[in-house]
């Protein structure tokens, strides 16, 4: 489990390419302070396990999964990515349960500066976007960010300056994709009310509350 607050940027330093898998080698500082085999570490997102470090340098396995469901698949050897730790039992929740499970791959249709801030439109298939809502948590390139809005096709959110320079979607650019994981706890909202229609009404109306003691 992660917070979608990025650590640092890491390096790619080496990829094995195999027919559907890899392994990739990736340099690094703060992650591998207390860093042990087995661990889990977020890479643009994607929840990968060490197999073995040294002072500089982790490596970890990449599955024809998520070879093909991820962005991952586009790095090579000098391509910056995001990195996160495992939450810590006790650790601060800065941004949003992120769980590193990529939903979807989307694309930047658009990037906009305003003031300060830097407004990116992503285009997403439909099924991740059934769990988007305005103000609610989004993870990009395991970014945790707040929805702007939400349109047929798309969603935009809003970068601020530390962001932008703390992590390397602010280097990014339209056409460019990137990682999606919708909020989890929005999935499984959506799963009971779908799935659950015995004992939950499929859509929440002003009766469906009062007989659950929410008015």
Known sequence: MFTGIIEEIGYVQRINQQSNSAQIQIKASKVLEDVAVGDSIAVNGVCLTVVSFDSQHFTADVMPETISKTNLKELKPGSPVNLERALKLGGRL???????????????????????????????????????????????????????????????????????????????KTGDRVNLESDIIGRYVHFLMKHNGSKVKQELDVSFLAEHGFM
């Open 94 to 172: 800065g941004g949003h349960i992120v769980l590193g499970h990529v939903d979807a791959v989307g694309i930047i249709v658009q990037k906009q500066v305003l003031e300060i801030a830097i407004i990116y439109r992503i285009q997403a298939p439909g099924e991740l976007l059934q769990y988007v809502i305005p103000k609610g948590s989004v993870a990009i390139d395991g970014i945790s960010l707040t929805v702007v809005d939400v349109f047929t096709d798309s969603f935009t959110v809003s970068l601020i300056p530390h962001s932008a320079h703390a992590t390397i979607l602010g280097s990014k």
